[in-house]
């Protein structure tokens, strides 16, 4: 049936169509609810209207077993929604760890996205089919929100922290992304589309138009004109922790409390460096906060994720 | 009884006359009117927004109003019509009315400090009015940071006071209902003896008293960032973002059940007198009402699924979120009970009654999808959460409002409306209702965000459906405006007790005389005596039940 508007949206994800089944689970267990009420209600006020004015029903007080009954089968209904809402969810925030990672940073009122290679694209986002991808997304001001309807999926993007949100597109093709937390006079116009590749296609746009370097060769090149090498660098003072292979992993700091070394707490060293202070070493880094921008901190974030390549290479050597 | 005898008696209408003897009242109902004008008010500038809105979302150009504009009317409607209208509606001007009718008191336990609780409701109000017209705020009226914070360059500060200060408008209602509640029960008023109408205001002053300093404290903590720029929610100033939507949710879902818990009251009411039987269930239907406000405080965090705070604490409010549904189901269960094997009118009070029943059952079955987490990720911040939201504040506590002004008007002004005008109002309230909001059900699903002041064209002919039924829906609100006060001279002459009701605010004449009853009514049975003959249940002038 057509009638010229959509009343059900595509299904272009991996999520989509596990989302779609719980749906329809629940609309088929509201329906059915909604219609014994109202069937109720129009069969009791047909077949009790009032036929006289001295009518006195006899009163009925209540009926335990009936209350425990429709106190239980809702409680059972609603457990099912529980668990399989519970599991999509803990699917949808959980990243496969091959996916491909692309950087996305909002402001008031416009998407930039980078790819590891290097591309950037603004309010458009091309990602391979059949591959899973996974945004690393923050914010330069208030809070944004990725919505991508045919994915089934949507998740706040923050200023001062990195949440991710991940899909697997199973269908080349053009899908909108709104903005769906509310940021501002021109909130409505924060929308892009993200464009859809098959395997081959994907590859040749990431070729087109390249920018020359990498997101990791960009972060390196941030990471000397910063000067973190004197600290941090392998032929360095070291006055600061080295960052070879520190992605991932737990890292000791002062006071005994120990620390998953993630994107967050490597954005947070930059930017806070005093809040959290590695065992064994004095407080005395600057803070960056203000020096580097969000692509910035993204790309020296990768670029510090790539050292621990590094230190992996020579092992296995 | 004559149009000429109700005039002479003298009755809390007639007993003074003037300004002054309004504005300085003490009296539990005249206080009640002066909510239900100031709300009224408050409605209609609400719904002058709303009208806006749903004109400018005709075409998805943005043609009507600029993108600015656009975003301060959704932000006035929300705060106008949850803040001043919704919040006070049934407690403010029937609770304050019947509570003490209800019970069997002379008025409430603090009738200067109900006086200033409205007085202090306009305060708020005059402030959120002034930020209007200086220019509005923009911020939607849940004020997430650092948006409202630091980056709108709306009046934030101004409006927020004014809800602040509204917000101990509400904090002193609800004491003065707890202490009347407890204290100023007539002799044989039991707890269990009580209207449910009493328990639903019980459970509703409690949220009030417990949830309300929480907003109170979290918009002040907006306003002293945004004035002085400590670093509270924005993370630029070393705060949290996410910090504002626990406090702000921590009341602002209660509050949902503020709205609707009296509602539920209203409607209990309703259904028993009007189907001549016992609210079936009574004690659980009590019940369910504390266990909607216990466990309500408890699942604020539904609210922030895709936020970004943990997957688990997600999987927490979900399942609490699933438990608080079960009460409100066990409700509406009873209610549909208590029509079995009754004596079912259809006056227009049982009409909104019924609606309730049915939006009420869509709005929180629609629920359920958005404490399912698979669903809510992809729904959240769409039109499905308006849809759902209008129906529960809209279908239930609009349509719950106007079913127990209808019902208790006679009461209020000794006379009565038009039943045939007020059963066709009923029926376009419901027809416009459902014709604006369900359409919106879909559009979210197919995954248009809320506040979009423009797009794409292809969720246009489903939001032409809703501005239609706006339209039909503002005829269905003009009209109880145009004949309740047509009834306030040419209305019949109710008497005391049109309905056949039980009840004791029946068993007193219509006004009822400034003192509520001429002597303190004695209880001798529960509420929902409708197997008994009126004859049988006394009247006042000698004591009730005896």
Redesign the interface.
């Known amino acids: 049936m057509n009638?010229?508007?959509?009343?059900?949206?595509e299904q272009a994800s991996t999520m989509a169509a596990?989302?779609d089944a719980?749906?329809y689970f629940?609309v088929a267990?509201?329906v059915f609810?909604?219609a014994l009420?109202?069937f109720?209600?129009v069969v009791?006020?047909v077949k009790?209207?009032?036929?006289s004015e001295d009518?006195?029903?006899?009163?009925?007080?209540?009926?335990f077993w009936?209350?425990i009954l429709?106190?239980a089968i809702?409680?059972g209904l609603?457990?099912v929604?529980?668990v399989?809402?519970?599991?999509?969810?803990?699917d949808?925030?959980?990243p496969p760890d091959d996916a491909l990672e692309i950087s996305v940073v909002g402001r008031?009122w416009m998407w930039k996205a980078q790819h590891p290679t290097g591309q950037s694209e603004i309010n458009e986002l091309h990602v391979p089919v059949g591959q899973a991808v996974k945004l690393t997304m923050t914010s330069e001001?208030?809070?944004h929100?990725v919505?991508l309807?045919?994915f089934?999926?949507?998740?706040?993007v923050?200023?001062?922290?990195y949440?991710t949100l991940w899909f697997q597109a199973t269908k080349a093709g053009e899908y909108?992304l709104?903005?769906?937390?509310?940021?501002?006079?021109?909130?409505?116009?924060m929308?892009g589309r993200v464009v859809v590749l098959e395997p081959a296609e994907f590859e040749k746009w990431l070729s087109g138009g390249a920018t020359g370097l990498s997101m990791i060769d960009q972060g390196a090149s941030l990471f000397k004109r910063f000067g973190c090498e004197t600290c941090h660098g392998a032929g360095g003072t070291s006055q600061g922790p080295s960052l070879a292979g520190l992605f991932g992993k737990t890292v000791k700091l002062q006071g005994g409390t120990t620390v998953t070394a993630d994107e967050n707490y490597i954005r947070e060293s930059i930017l806070?460096p005093r809040a959290k202070i590695v065992a064994g070493y004095q407080p005395i880094m600057p803070t960056f906060k203000g020096l580097v921008s969000e692509e910035g901190l993204l790309q020296l974030i990768a670029y510090i994720k790539s050292l621990e390549g590094a230190e992996r290479k020579a092992a296995q050597k | 009884m004559n149009v000429s005898e109700v005039e002479r008696r003298e009755h809390y209408l007639n007993v003074n006359y003037g300004i002054r003897s309004w504005l300085l009242t003490t009296d539990h109902k005249r206080i009640a009117w002066l909510y239900l004008l100031s709300v009224t008010l408050f409605f209609f500038i609400g719904g002058f927004f709303a009208t806006l809105i749903r004109l400018e979302l005709l075409t998805p150009q943005g043609d009507l109003v600029q993108a600015e504009t656009y975003n301060k009317l959704f932000t006035m409607h929300g705060v106008t019509m949850i803040f001043f209208f919704l919040i006070p509606s049934i407690p403010a001007v029937l609770g304050n009315f019947l509570v003490p009718m209800m019970i069997g008191a002379r008025d409430l336990a603090f009738p200067r400090l109900n006086l200033a609780s409205w007085y202090i409701f306009i305060l708020g109000g005059a402030f959120t009015v002034m930020a209007a017209a200086a220019g509005g705020v923009d911020t939607g009226w849940t004020f997430y940071t650092p948006y409202s914070s630091i980056y709108s360059n709306t009046h934030v500060v101004l409006t927020v006071v004014g809800i602040f200060v509204t917000g101990f408008s509400s904090i002193l209602t609800g004491l003065n209902f707890i202490v009347t509640i407890h204290k100023m029960r007539a002799p044989g008023m039991t707890w269990f003896r009580l209207p449910l109408f009493i328990w639903a205001h019980y459970a509703t002053s409690i949220i009030f008293v417990l949830g309300t300093p929480v907003i109170a404290i979290t918009l002040v903590l907006v306003a002293l960032e945004r004035i002085f720029r400590l670093g509270i929610f924005d993370p630029a100033l070393g705060g949290d973002p996410v910090l504002f939507q626990h406090l702000f949710w921590f009341y602002s879902h209660p509050a949902v059940y503020i709205m609707v818990l009296p509602a539920m009251g209203v409607v209990s009411e309703l259904i028993a007198c009007f189907s001549r039987k016992r609210v079936f269930g009574y004690s659980v239907v009590a019940f369910a009402s504390l266990g909607i406000a216990v466990i309500g405080f408890l699942v604020w965090g539904h609210h922030m699924f895709v936020s970004g705070q943990s997957v688990h604490a997600g999987m927490i409010f979900s399942l609490l979120s699933f438990l608080v549904a079960i009460p409100s189901a066990i409700k509406v269960f009873n209610w549909t009970a208590t029509l079995y094997k009754g004596s079912i009118s259809y006056d227009a009070p049982m009409l909104y009654a019924l609606g309730f029943i049915g939006l009420f059952t869509i709005g929180g079955l629609t629920g359920l999808f958005l404490a399912t987490l698979g669903i809510d990720v992809h729904v959240h911040d769409t039109y499905f959460v308006i849809a759902h939201f209008h129906y529960i504040m809209v279908g239930g506590s609009v349509m719950g409002y106007l079913g127990g002004i209808h019902f208790w008007w006679p009461k209020m002004t000794g006379r009565r409306y038009p039943e045939g005008w007020a059963r066709l109002a009923a029926l376009i309230i419901f027809i416009g209702f459902n014709l604006t909001f369900f359409p919106q059900f879909v559009l979210g699903y197919i995954g248009m965000p809320r506040r979009y002041h423009v797009y794409p064209p292809e969720f246009q002919v489903l939001n032409v459906m809703s501005t239609a039924g706006a339209s039909i829906l503002a005829v269905g609100y003009l009209l109880p405006l145009t004949y309740l006060i047509w009834s306030l001279r040419y209305g019949t002459v109710a008497g005391r007790n049109p309905w056949g009701a039980r009840g004791l605010e029946w068993e007193t004449p219509s006004p009822p005389p400034t003192e509520n009853f001429e002597r303190t009514p004695i209880v001798t049975e529960g509420a929902y005596a409708y197997e008994k003959a009126p004859e049988e249940i006394s009247t006042v002038g000698r004591p009730a039940h005896v």
Request: aromatic share 18%; charged share 20%; net charge positive.
């Open positions: 009638l010229g508007f959509p009343l059900f949206p596990r989302v719980l749906f629940l267990v509201t609810f909604a009420i109202f109720m209600i009791f006020a009790y209207r009032r036929r009518e006195r029903p006899r009163p009925i007080e209540g009926n009936l209350e429709w106190s809702p409680l609603t457990m929604m529980f399989w809402g519970a599991i999509i969810y803990f949808i925030y959980n008031q001001d208030v809070i929100d919505f309807p045919a089934r999926v949507k998740q706040d923050l200023p001062g922290r949440t909108p709104f903005c769906s937390q509310y940021c501002g006079t021109q909130h409505s116009g929308v806070d």
